[in-house]
């Protein structure tokens, strides 16, 4: 939904776009030669009323074994949706997928299900969150304490979040001063301000190996 860093059951608003990059050695075929061999799109198991997306389909620098497709849905209602995409190559075979994703339809500022990747770790992790303001210049607070609830280090960055996912904010293992921290958990907290002034928290542990 809307990019690639989207994972399946997340959050979006009421109006997401859907993404699907496809791509087959045999070409894909994108014109419905063939009774019922349309690239479609079936929302919420809808099967009687398919989305035909084969006008949707941009191939990649003209490149017909690859592309992707983008279609914008609208008006949809909160709560849990699915959306399967059903494709065919130009030999008459076929491949689908279904995502899951949440439309939380409220005005509010909303953040949730913080992680950070690799957790334990090394050397560096990354950190990210859902939201729900796409296509936004969000500005991304990071504080990173130590067991005793001392801030060890700031991360401050404005980010262009065009999906519903944070584009991953790294952080090295190290502290103000350069010097890499020890071992152990090291509870952190998200601040995310958007170009309007709306703020949402979330917070979370990691874990250096």
Avoid: C
């Amino acid at each position: 939904m809307n990019d690639t860093l989207f994972k399946n059951g997340g959050l979006t608003d009421s109006n997401p776009t859907l993404l699907a990059i496809l791509s087959d050695t045999d070409g894909i075929n994108t014109t419905g030669t063939g009774i019922g061999h349309d690239l479609t799109g079936i929302l919420d198991n809808d099967s009687d009323h398919p989305l035909i997306l084969n006008s949707y389909f941009e191939d990649d620098f003209n490149n017909y074994m690859k592309g992707s497709v983008k279609y914008s849905l609208s008006g949809l209602s909160e709560g849990y949706h699915t959306i399967t995409v059903k494709a065919w190559d130009n030999f008459n075979n076929s491949s689908e997928k279904t995502i899951s994703f949440q439309v939380v339809t409220g005005e509010k500022f909303l953040v949730r299900n913080l992680f950070n990747y690799p957790n334990p770790f090394m050397n560096e992790t990354n950190i990210s969150l859902e939201h729900n303001r796409p296509d936004n210049e969000l500005e991304v607070t990071i504080n990173i304490y130590n067991i005793d609830g001392r801030i060890i280090r700031i991360l401050n960055t404005k980010i262009g979040s065009t999906g519903y996912t944070l584009p991953p904010v790294v952080w090295d293992g190290k502290d103000e001063g350069g010097r890499k921290v020890g071992r152990g958990m090291y509870p952190y907290t998200v601040t995310v301000i958007t170009g309007n002034g709306e703020t949402a928290r979330v917070s979370g542990r990691m874990i250096i190996l």
